[in-house]
């Protein structure tokens, strides 16, 4: 991988250390899933800049390595939906709520879990249809 401030899969991450900070601000201890390895993060700058912005953010960072780099993607897309799982000090009474690093909530009202409440889903129609493969459309 070139290393660099200009290497485009780097550019998703820039904003990461600002989401967190966003997260706090509204009254969330984030906990940050990353597919790859430890290593490549100590090995490029640009993440090796923002790995030690997590440190000083004190947030718990879990990396969760692939053999096959192809398999990055796909695992930093799903591995969300088994977060809950990853960790073992998960209380009854803990709220996860699962994000991208581009979502950034600026109000807290919008992210305060209803009482009596086992799921949640912020701006679920947000981003209209799309066309799978099957030739068929589905809401987003």
């Known amino acids: 991988m070139p290393e660099g401030p200009h290497h ?15 997260w706090y601000r509204v009254g969330y ?3 940050i899933l990353l ?7 100590l090995k490029d700058r640009v993440l090796l800049v923002i790995s030690e912005y997590l ?9 969760l390595e692939v ?3 192809s398999s990055q993607t796909f695992l930093s897309q ?4 088994f977060a809950s799982c990853l960790f073992g000090h998960i209380r009854d009474d803990d709220v996860i709520m699962v994000s991208d690093v581009d979502l950034w909530p600026l109000t807290a009202d919008l992210y305060q879990f209803p009482p009596n409440t086992d799921l949640m889903i912020v701006n679920a129609f947000c981003c209209g249809h799309f066309k799978h493969t099957d ?3 589905y809401h987003m």
């Open 8 to 22: 485009s899969e780097n550019n998703y991450i820039y904003p990461l250390p600002l989401t967190i900070l966003a």
């Open 29 to 31: 201890t984030p906990v």
């Open 35 to 41: 597919s790859g390895s430890r290593k490549r993060w």
């Open 55 to 63: 440190k000083f953010l004190d947030v718990k960072v879990h990396f």
């Open 67 to 69: 053999s096959d780099i």
């Open 78 to 81: 799903t591995c969300r939906l």
């Open 135 to 137: 030739g068929l459309a």
